[in-house]
C-alpha cells in the first residue's frame, strides 16, 4: 500500500513539473485540477507566485488564467457531485456535511464566497461538493468562486510584485488573517442586511395595518 501512494506521489510530482515548464497555460491547467479533483504538490498559489515574481508585468493575466482555471475545475466537480447525489459526500463525517449544509442554507451564495477565499487546510472542497449534491444555483455559485478566487490570486500576485521572493513567507503569516478578516466583514454586512430588510418589513407591515 505505502508503495503505491509512493508512486502516486512521485507521478504527481512529475505531472506538476510538467506543468510548470508550461507557464502560464500550466498554471491554468493546475488551477483547473486542482480545484476539480486532483490535488497537486505545486499549487496553483505556489505557481502564482512563481511566475508573478519572474513576470510582473503579466501577474493580472496570471491571475485570469488562475482564477478562470480554478473557477472551470469548481464547477466540473459541481456537476459531478450534483449527479452523484450523497454519494459524494460519503467521505466526509455526518457532523461536518450537516455544519457546511446549514452555512449554506443561511448565508446562501456569501457561505461559497467565504469558503472560496480561505486558506488550506480549510475544507473548500466540501463546500463545491455540498453545493453539488443540493443544486444550489449553478450561475450564483460559479460568480462566487470567480469572485473568491480572483481576490486570492490577485493579492498573491500582488505581494509577488512587491515583495518577490519573500512573498511566500510573507503570504504564509499573514494570509490568513486577511481571509478571516474579509470573511467577518462580508458576514458582518450580510447580518446588518439582513437585520434592515427585516425592519422595513415591519414598517410594512405596521403601515399596512
Do not use: N
Not at 18 to 23: D, P, R, S, T
Not at 138 to 161: C, D, H, N, P, Q
Request: proline share 4%; with cysteine.
Amino acid at each position: 500500500m505505502r508503495h503505491l501512494i509512493h508512486k502516486i506521489s512521485k507521478g504527481l510530482g512529475r505531472l506538476s513539473d510538467y506543468f510548470i515548464a508550461l507557464g502560464p497555460f500550466g498554471l491554468f491547467a493546475v488551477a483547473l485540477l486542482d480545484s476539480a479533483f486532483v490535488p497537486l504538490p505545486s499549487s496553483a498559489d505556489a505557481l502564482m507566485l512563481l511566475l508573478s515574481t519572474a513576470h510582473p508585468r503579466l501577474m493580472l493575466f496570471y491571475a485570469f488564467l488562475a482564477t478562470a482555471g480554478s473557477a472551470i475545475g469548481c464547477v466540473i466537480l459541481y456537476y459531478i457531485s450534483r449527479r452523484a447525489g450523497g454519494r459524494a459526500l460519503k467521505k466526509f463525517s455526518e457532523a461536518k456535511q450537516k455544519r457546511v449544509k446549514d452555512l449554506i442554507d443561511r448565508y446562501d451564495v456569501l457561505a461559497v464566497l467565504v469558503a472560496s477565499l480561505l486558506p488550506p487546510p480549510f475544507p473548500f472542497k466540501l463546500f463545491v461538493i455540498t453545493a453539488g449534491v443540493f443544486r444550489f444555483g449553478v450561475l450564483r455559485f460559479t460568480l462566487a468562486i470567480v469572485a473568491g478566487r480572483a481576490f486570492r490570486f490577485l493579492l498573491e500576485g500582488f505581494f509577488a510584485v512587491r515583495y518577490g521572493s519573500q512573498a511566500k513567507q510573507i503570504l504564509a503569516q499573514y494570509y490568513p488573517w486577511i481571509g478571516l478578516a474579509l470573511a467577518l466583514g462580508l458576514i458582518a454586512v450580510f447580518i446588518m442586511r439582513s437585520q434592515l430588510k427585516k425592519k422595513e418589513e415591519t414598517v410594512v407591515d405596521s403601515l399596512e395595518v
